[in-house]
């Protein structure tokens, strides 16, 4: 889930943020109004999967004195605008991630990304996607937001998971993605959700859901950076008017699963670092900005966050660009191939399989 706020109040499960104007609280994704200051602030959820598995949101936060370095935004098909630049909270530690989403809207992040599956989200949320699930877990989240509608909900993996089973393969059952979608339409509908979407969706199953949605999609998050450009589904998404939004735009360099240093050590970006006078991250961050993505990068560190903020004013000029498409994509050990759902009597039997060819 995704959300996008301006100034203070807003709950984010962070203790109180005292000072400060404004309290997350991560869920969702584009806007919701909130406001004891009178501004309006907005919010955005991601939803799990399409039974009992992990819901995923993102946080926006615009009002009317925007911060000159959040003034980049991409148009969705729902005419609403989602900040280029987001605070990734997968992998944070749930004593951290209030701090971390406080520093954020401190430096002028209007987008914090969320999920129920990973776990801090009253800190942030995840689970429940049967259709029937799929009311009760937005009111829900929306109870701990304080707020009556979020701006972005997205399933967060194409994959029903069945309930009390935990994590993983043995949990996978056969989903019914076209009702979990409709369930999310009728939340659309009701001004619950101001913009629907997915996340891990290859150019098949989002051309499967097309095929059968009253509602399109208005994003598809995935992993995508140098090193894993998503090039086929990038120009599915552009011919379909869907969004692509960019998790592990650095390539997840503290991921145990994701080989260290694939994308902020590659010598394309680091060269491109030094004639700017950048850093690794930011030319990365850059790259995707530049090619159309909103960029989710994940960090608790007060100083990174500024730092990776700081994308706006200024560009990599043709020549240095020209070079990253250069750049070999990645194997797959340095992706996240979701592993995690995969087994050879399950429901998805390789990893080739749950991604359609597309890894």
Not at 79 to 97: F, H, M, R
Not at 98 to 107: C, T
Request: glycine fraction near 10%.
């Amino acid at each position: 889930m995704q959300r996008w706020f301006p100034g203070p109040a807003y709950k984010l499960h962070m203790s109180s943020l005292q000072a400060a104007p404004l309290i997350v609280r991560r869920d969702c994704f584009p806007f919701a109004t909130v406001g004891v200051d009178g501004r309006r602030y907005s919010v955005a959820q991601t939803f799990g999967g399409t039974g009992t598995g992990t819901g995923h949101r993102s946080v926006g936060i615009r009002g009317s004195r925007d911060s000159e370095r959040m003034a980049t935004y991409f148009v969705l098909n729902t005419g609403a605008k989602i900040p280029s630049v987001g605070l990734g909270t997968w992998q944070a530690d749930n004593g951290l991630v209030g701090d971390a989403v406080y520093a954020a809207v401190k430096a002028g992040y209007r987008h914090i990304d969320c999920a129920q599956a990973y776990n801090n989200e009253k800190e942030v949320m995840d689970i429940n996607h049967a259709a029937e699930d799929v009311p009760v877990a937005l009111n829900g989240t929306l109870k701990d937001l304080q707020t009556d509608y979020v701006d972005l909900y997205l399933m967060h993996w194409p994959v029903r998971m069945k309930k009390g089973a935990g994590f993983g393969p043995h949990a996978v059952v056969p989903s019914d993605i076209p009702a979990t979608w409709a369930a999310m339409e009728e939340l659309y509908d009701a001004g619950k959700a101001r913009a629907i979407g997915v996340s891990n969706f290859s150019s098949k199953k989002l051309a499967d859901l097309l095929a059968v949605a009253r509602v399109r999609p208005a994003v598809d998050q995935v992993e995508c950076h140098p090193v894993w450009r998503q090039g086929r589904l990038r120009a599915f998404c552009a011919s379909q008017g869907i969004h692509l939004s960019a998790y592990s735009p650095l390539g997840s360099p503290g991921t145990a699963t994701v080989k260290a240093g694939a994308v902020l050590e590659h010598p394309a970006v680091v060269s491109a670092a030094e004639t700017l006078g950048k850093t690794p991250a930011q030319v990365a961050l850059r790259w995707g900005v530049q090619m159309g993505h909103s960029v989710l990068p994940k960090s608790t560190d007060e100083g990174r966050i500024r730092a990776n903020l700081d994308v706006f004013g200024w560009s990599l000029p043709e020549d240095l660009l020209a070079k990253f498409s250069e750049i070999e994509q990645a194997s797959r050990e340095r992706l996240i191939r979701a592993g995690f759902f995969v087994d050879p009597d399950g429901v998805f039997k390789s990893i080739e399989e749950f991604w359609d060819g597309e890894i």
